[in-house]
């Protein structure tokens, strides 16, 4: 059988509640936020009112806008669902697999998979 691969690591959760999330960020908040790793390179993509914050203290190489995301989503007409908003920045970043942690909501896997 050939070895499927991925494309990059992601995780959505609040750091904390999430040690996974915690250790890939440093950054601690309270709303759930996403991260994605895709080699060496580790986005999170926030909520405008962490952005600041995020930059600031996060150890990762770049912040991006949820809100964004999620405007481009409800322009394609739309729900700004976490599934979509996530799936809208996969594509933006050229991500087709992804890897999650064991804790990963299985929910937001099935959307995320669709």
């Known amino acids: 059988m050939p070895k499927t691969t991925t494309d990059a690591r992601l995780i959505y959760s609040a750091s904390d509640i999430d040690s996974n999330m915690l250790w890939a960020t440093r950054f601690f908040a309270p709303d759930p936020f996403l991260f994605i790793q895709r080699g060496r390179r580790r986005i999170l993509v926030m909520s405008d009112l962490e952005m600041d914050r995020a930059r600031a203290q996060a150890r990762v190489d770049e912040v991006r806008s949820w809100s964004a995301y999620a405007k481009a989503e409800e322009g394609a007409g739309r729900t700004a669902t976490p599934a979509g908003v996530i799936a809208r ?26």
């Open 89 to 114: 920045v996969l594509r933006a970043i050229g991500v087709l697999r992804v890897e999650v942690p064991r804790s990963f909501p299985l929910g937001l896997a099935m959307d995320l998979d669709e």
